[in-house]
């Protein structure tokens, strides 16, 4: 349980470092059973939930089971168990470019245009 929230926590400091951008938070308790543990948003990706998981940790049937229904109901969900995965899974949604960090300018710019829309 310790090594998943180490997890969490650092996923959420990271989300967090990008300011305004993105809105991040720990899902500590819902109505419905086997929510994912992260929410999270930025203009770039629209919503995601991320579900942390110890390393060698199973990831339960349900879990699996709600990850893939939030994502076909159109809110991608991914588990996670390390941070390489988290990495990865960054890459995958365009907030890191290679190895890099994301070139802030375009969610700066994605950001803006959300606020102006809504202005």
Same mark, same amino acid.
């Given at each position: *349980? $310790?090594?998943?929230?180490?997890? $969490?926590?650092?996923?959420?400091? &990271?989300?967090?470092?990008?300011? @305004?951008?993105?809105?991040?938070?720990?899902? *500590? @308790?819902?109505?419905?059973?086997?929510? +994912? &543990?992260?929410?999270?948003?930025?203009?770039?990706? #629209?919503?995601?939930?991320?579900?942390?998981?110890? +390393?060698?940790? +199973?990831? =339960?049937? #349900? $879990?699996?089971?709600?990850? /893939?229904?939030?994502?076909?109901?159109?809110?991608?969900?991914?588990?996670?168990?390390?941070?390489?995965?988290?990495?990865?899974?960054?890459?995958?949604? #365009?907030?890191? &470019?290679?190895?890099?960090?994301?070139?802030?300018?375009?969610?700066?710019?994605? /950001? =803006?245009?959300?606020? @102006?829309?809504?202005?």
């Amino acid at each position: *349980m $310790q090594e998943e929230k180490g997890l $969490q926590t650092k996923i959420l400091k &990271d989300l967090r470092s990008l300011g @305004k951008y993105c809105v991040a938070f720990k899902i *500590m @308790k819902t109505s419905d059973n086997k929510i +994912p &543990d992260v929410f999270f948003s930025t203009s770039l990706t #629209g919503g995601i939930f991320i579900e942390t998981k110890k +390393p060698k940790g +199973p990831i =339960e049937k #349900g $879990q699996t089971t709600m990850i /893939h229904k939030l994502s076909v109901c159109g809110c991608q969900s991914f588990s996670c168990y390390n941070w390489e995965e988290w990495w990865d899974i960054k890459k995958s949604l #365009g907030l890191l &470019d290679g190895e890099s960090l994301l070139d802030r300018e375009s969610l700066i710019k994605a /950001h =803006e245009r959300n606020e @102006k829309l809504l202005s």
